[in-house]
């Protein structure tokens, strides 16, 4: 029996529910209402009529109350006699004749679908007269006429070409289109009577050659025969497609332009009437073998007798031969390729049987060759039952093709077998399972039968029983006729119907197959049995989602348990291997999640080559994330299972290589999953801070040093946040090697961890609980690491010196060549530093930590003047220090200490004229977070009331960076009054400091009092006397202005910041000091671009802001003639601006009216329209006018 592969078929359930016409309907008999054929009966076949087997199965009823259906007829006429065999072509014919035309049509289609085309039907439905409406008196709306009458429409089924769509047009042109639709018909009958011609041209050419001519090939075969004209068509056109299903598409265009007189794209065009045979593949391919006749698609159930074929019935009558006409030979000819074919499919089943009757008997062989006494005496000659010694036989085949692996006999749900290992009992569970096999088979008694005293010959006897209607010819017959009689023929059974099962399942209930198939293809005795069964599991739904994925991964899981390593690694990773590349991302993830789900039981050597260069070609090449994400994480459960040290190098490039990921989500299961099981494997090679780390931090020296002139921050993220996911697998090291490691007793009154020791863990991985092995271990653990460094200090603890001396000292230097300015670096570093410090936690980190920042950095007064102590002061280290280290724990002395510390840094900085990148970075990451917003203003209130000019111009300053984040209260209650201090300051160079933060609370808060005040304060800055001459002063405000005007309140730009702008453009017209003048006409150039943007009223642009921009473009014309050309081109823009406003209020007061108008029109049109339906004759009769 030929294997069937159940994946041919769709995957789309309309196929998957198909249910092929295997077998002739023989449920219905005679007495069901249709009488027999009588004795002439019109379906009796011909001498020379076709054998092709009778396959209809239309569930239609007749289109006419009368007569019998089609498929009873040919049952009838088939159940008339054993021998008799109806051909297509006299049924065809006898649907045409009694006027059962969809019944023809459905027949029609069945053998299209077949490859079997039959002339008869062909012509008829390609005959448009035959449905063509009589010239006469109209048919019924429901009726067709054909040749021989009316034909009945199935009232029920609404037809395309039963509606009369004229009579819903809607333009009811119905006359233009019947023209058309007459015109169409036209074509097609001129197209249908060329290609009659072409099939006669065709029949003349193949009688171009003379007869005589053919005689003399035929006489000398040596002298080929020329090639005819057909012959030469057919193969043009079989070459020409060879070309273009194989990408030779120049050479097919140029082929096609040497024979332009034939049309390559219809099979038509070389004749008619001729079928199209195979492409030029199939050809090579069969050749020197006989082509498949389009019969062999018959059902194998019917017997096909040689005497019943024309063929015979020619050989025999020899005087006739000679009279036959070229058309009967052909037909002679096919039938006996029709016959060969049937045979071949015979001689192939056979010898399939042959193999399997040849494996048994080795099997048995095997088996016999030592057997116990159980064995020999069942099976000894003397046994009357056969059954029983098949039995006996078929018992010990299994015995002897259970798997071997771990010795287990199966228990699909493998719960805790497993873990007894893979020699354990194998001998004695095998001896219980053959002796048990062997009583129960003693103990069953022979099957009798009652025999009736009947004297009845055998072949009478036979020959009556005959009359049972029972099938066992075809596959389905012989399953059910031999019921399986051992475990192993269930198994075999199973084996040889589950591929014919599955792909008529429905595919949302295809899961409920799973356990069947796993327990048949772990119990099978056939190695390609057991294949296909396994490539239907992979293959069993299409798209699975995240439910059916679970639930074959756990049929893998406990199909690898029962068989062993072996032969998963023989039997399961190919399925895994052809899926690689599945168009299907979901296939592919099950792939990636059957590898990590198989990692346990497979050969070590396999998990550390073959499927970890499985998952590497996944990662680097698939396009889909969740497969990635699969990938990464059966990734991570490799490493854990692990243990060629040779594999680290690997790994180490796998991790950096999927933090490279551009997506998310496979970042996230990179921390999640792979850096944990990467790092456990390198803590047991000993490499985790010897090997690992180091790596990490060199390639973060390395892009430094390669960045100064701009750093790649996306590498340095990938780099520091691996550094962050292995501080959890460090720390627990540290416990693990520590003095104290072998005194930690888990019996006594251990207290619990504090809820806030570490900081939570992305995964459970990282939980340094789950990696020391649990949390009373770890709480006894860090007991003991406290009081160690508490009070015994850190001798001869090898990992804690190693994280002192080498990794902090590298880290603090690596800080220090940040650039202070790029706010992500400096994030990102403070998180490391943060989670570092928690983790190591309190004792550890004012022990080692902070003394080794505290010495960094210098902070003590005599440094204050000495450049060498305040280059460390400008860099990173300050903010990351301040952000990372003194904020891990929030208590009063920590408090105090990250407020000194600011204060230090604020006067130092102050005092010696550096930077304030620094402080400015601290106060911008603390300000994030509003718990601290208050120390913050605690820092700056020491600075409003420092002695020093130079630290009150600092807090001015740090203000506006403040002010952003702090809620309108605290503005109110705590940064306004400082400010309004500062702004009255004897100091004028403390008092502009303080315009930018006062330019930030009008771009910002909301509350009109607040706003009030400091409008009052920047108009005293602007018309208090004292000031007029403050260059300075007025060039913070017209840059304050410049960058708060776009976003302040509308009111305060148009009656405050406009207005003064105009009067500094106009003042500094008349400034002496060209040097001066030119910065203030710069800052106004740049405050009138941003403002310019903005919606500014008719009123305020022609007295303010057009003025302002004429007084600026006198100064520009002087200082700056490039500036000039730009702001005449913005001069003019604003007065075209004036122009059109003034031109369109004129016509707003005459479209007031047309404009009410017209809105309710529209209203009541759109109110109309919502009133309707769908119906298309509603929506006609919205627009008909009135009458």
């Known amino acids: 029996m030929a294997s069937v592969n159940p994946f041919n078929l769709s995957d789309s359930e309309e196929e ?28 009796s076949p011909p001498a020379d009529a076709e054998p092709p087997t009778l396959l209809l199965s239309s569930n239609r009823t007749s289109p006419s109350g009368e007569g019998m259906s089609a498929s009873a007829a040919a049952t009838s006429a088939m159940a008339g006699s054993s021998e008799a065999r109806v051909s297509v072509d006299t049924i065809a014919a006898q649907l045409l004749r009694d006027q059962y035309i969809l019944t023809a049509l459905e027949f029609h289609t069945e053998l299209l679908e077949a490859g079997r085309e039959l002339p008869r039907l062909r012509d008829y439905f390609s005959n448009p007269g035959n449905f063509e409406r009589q010239s006469g ?121 040497e024979n332009d007189d034939q049309d390559f794209e219809l099979w038509d065009d070389v004749g008619l009437n001729i079928p199209k045979p195979p492409d030029l593949l199939q050809l090579y391919r069969n050749c020197g073998s006989p082509l498949p006749s389009p019969r062999d698609v018959a059902d194998v159930s019917v017997g096909v007798d040689f005497g019943d074929l024309p063929g015979n019935c020619i050989a025999q009558e020899t005087p006739r031969k000679l009279d036959l006409t070229q058309q009967q030979q052909t037909e002679v000819v096919q039938e006996l390729e029709y016959q060969i074919s049937l045979l071949n499919n015979e001689k192939q089943s056979l010898a399939e049987q042959i193999k399997k009757l040849q494996s048994e008997i080795q099997t048995l062989r095997r088996t016999v060759s030592s057997p116990p006494p159980a064995t020999l005496d069942v099976a000894s000659p003397n046994t009357q039952n056969p059954s029983s010694s098949s039995n006996t036989a078929c018992s010990a085949n299994r015995l002897s093709m259970l798997p071997t692996d771990n010795g287990q006999y199966l228990d699909i749900r493998g719960v805790s077998d497993a873990e007894n290992g893979p020699g354990h009992n194998s001998a004695q569970n095998i001896s219980q399972l053959q002796s048990q096999s062997q009583n129960k088979l003693k103990s069953q008694p022979p099957v009798q039968f009652d025999q009736p005293n009947r004297k009845l010959s055998p072949a009478f006897q036979q020959a009556l029983l005959s009359f049972c209607r029972m099938c066992s010819d075809s596959r389905l017959g012989a399953e059910v006729s031999r019921i399986a009689d051992s475990e192993e023929s269930v198994m075999l059974m199973l084996g040889r119907c589950l591929p014919h099962i599955v792909p008529n399942v429905l595919l949302a209930k295809r899961e409920e197959l799973i356990p069947l198939i796993l327990c048949t293809a772990c119990l099978h005795p056939e190695p390609k049995e057991r294949d296909q069964l396994l490539h239907i599991l992979f293959n069993l739904i299409k798209r699975p989602d995240d439910e059916q994925r679970q639930m074959i991964l756990t049929g893998c899981v406990a199909f690898a348990r029962h068989v062993g390593p072996t032969r998963v690694e023989a039997e399961l990773l190919p399925q895994c291997w052809e899926q690689i590349n599945h168009k299907y991302p979901e296939r592919r993830l099950l792939v990636a999640e059957s590898c990590g789900a198989l990692a346990p039981y497979l050969p070590k050597e396999i998990r550390s080559s073959l499927v970890l260069s499985m998952l590497q070609q996944m990662l680097t090449e698939d396009k889909a994330d969740m497969v990635r994400e ?121 207290p619990a961890i504090e809820v806030t020791r570490f900081p939570r863990p992305a995964s459970p991985l990282q939980d340094v609980a789950t990696i020391i092995g649990s949390r009373e271990m770890l709480s006894a653990l860090l007991l003991l690491y406290d009081h160690q460094l508490e009070h015994e200090g850190t001798t001869g603890w090898e990992s804690l010196l190693w994280v002192v001396n080498q990794l902090l000292p590298q880290l603090i230097e690596i800080v220090g060549r940040i650039n202070v300015t790029s706010t992500t670096c400096v994030h990102e570093f403070s998180r490391f530093f943060w989670r570092f410090c928690r983790t190591f936690g309190k004792i550890f980190t004012n022990t080692k930590v902070k003394p080794q920042f505290q010495e960094i950095l210098r902070l003590s007064e005599e440094n ?324």
């Open 864 to 1187: 204050v003047d000495a450049s060498a102590g305040n280059g460390i002061l400008t860099k990173a280290t300050v903010p990351i220090y301040a952000t990372g280290v003194l904020t891990c724990y929030n208590q009063e002395e920590d408090r105090k200490l990250l407020v000194g510390f600011l204060e230090d840094v604020m006067t130092t900085l102050s005092l010696s004229h550096a930077p304030l990148d620094s402080l400015k970075a601290s106060f911008v990451e603390l300000g994030a977070n509003p718990v601290y917003h208050e120390l913050l203003l605690t820092v700056l209130w020491y600075g409003v009331v420092h002695t020093s000019a130079l630290v009150r111009c600092t807090a001015a300053r740090m203000f506006e960076l403040l002010v952003k984040g702090v809620n309108e209260t605290l503005v109110a209650q705590r940064v306004v009054p400082a400010l309004i201090t500062l702004s009255s300051d004897p100091e004028i160079s403390v008092r502009i400091s303080t315009i930018p933060a006062f330019g930030t609370i009008m771009e910002t808060v909301t509350q009109k009092e607040l706003l009030e005040r400091v409008k009052m304060q920047l108009a005293s800055f602007l018309e208090d006397p004292q000031y007029q001459d403050q260059h300075s002063l007025h060039m913070e405000i017209i840059r304050t202005f410049g960058r708060v005007g776009p976003n302040a309140e509308p009111r305060f730009r148009d009656e405050f910041v406009l207005p003064h702008l105009h009067k500094l453009a106009l003042a500094n017209n008349s400034q002496a000091a060209e040097s001066k003048r030119i910065d203030i006409a710069t800052q106004l150039f740049e405050a009138y671009s941003a403002l310019s943007c903005c919606f500014i009223s008719e009123e305020v642009m022609v007295n303010h802001f057009l003025p302002g921009l004429r007084c600026l473009r006198a100064d520009m014309e002087q200082l700056s003639p490039e500036h000039e050309v730009i702001l005449s081109s913005m001069i003019k823009e604003c007065e075209i601006k004036v122009e059109n406003r003034g031109m369109s209020d004129a016509q707003g007061s005459m479209s007031i009216a047309s404009s009410l108008v017209g809105e309710d029109a529209k209203t009541k049109f759109l109110s109309k329209m919502g009133q309707l339906t769908t119906s298309g004759a509603m929506l006609a009769n919205v627009f008909q006018r009135k009458k």
């Open 137 to 257: 008196t109209p048919p019924a709306k429901d009726q067709v006429l054909g040749p021989g009458g009316p034909l009945n429409r199935a009232g029920s089924i609404s037809t395309l070409d039963s509606l009369d769509f004229a009579r819903y047009s809607d333009d009811g042109n119905r006359e233009s289109d019947e023209r058309v639709a007459v015109l169409e018909f036209e074509l097609r009958k001129a197209k249908e009577t060329i290609q009659a011609l072409r099939a006669n041209l065709t029949q003349a050419a193949e009688s171009e050659v003379p007869s005589q001519e053919r005689k003399n090939f035929k006489s000398s075969p040596e002298v080929q025969e020329p090639i005819r004209p057909l012959e030469k068509r057919a193969l043009n056109f079989l070459v020409n497609e060879y070309l273009l299903k194989n990408e030779y598409k120049l050479s097919s265009i140029t082929f096609s332009d």
């Open 630 to 750: 699969a990938v990464v994480k059966s990734l991570g459960i490799i490493m854990g299972y692990i243990d060629d040290p040779d594999k680290y190098s690997q790994g180490f490039e796998l991790m950096l290589l999927s933090l490279g990921d551009p997506s998310e989500r496979v970042v996230s299961a990179v921390h999640q999953v792979f850096i944990p099981a990467f790092a456990a494997w390198t803590t047991e090679l000993g490499t985790l801070y010897t090997a690992l780390i180091p790596s990490l931090l060199a390639r973060i020296e390395k892009l430094l040093t390669q960045g100064e002139h701009g750093l790649d921050e996306h590498k340095l993220h990938i780099f520091l946040s691996a550094l962050q996911s292995l501080i959890p697998p460090l720390f627990a090291v540290v416990l693990q090697n520590a003095p104290f490691t072998s005194r930690a007793k888990l019996h006594g009154d251990i």
């Open 16 to 43: 998957a529910e198909r249910r092929p016409n295997d077998t002739v309907d023989t449920e219905r008999s005679p007495s069901d209402g249709a009488p027999g054929p009588p004795p002439g009966n019109p379906f």
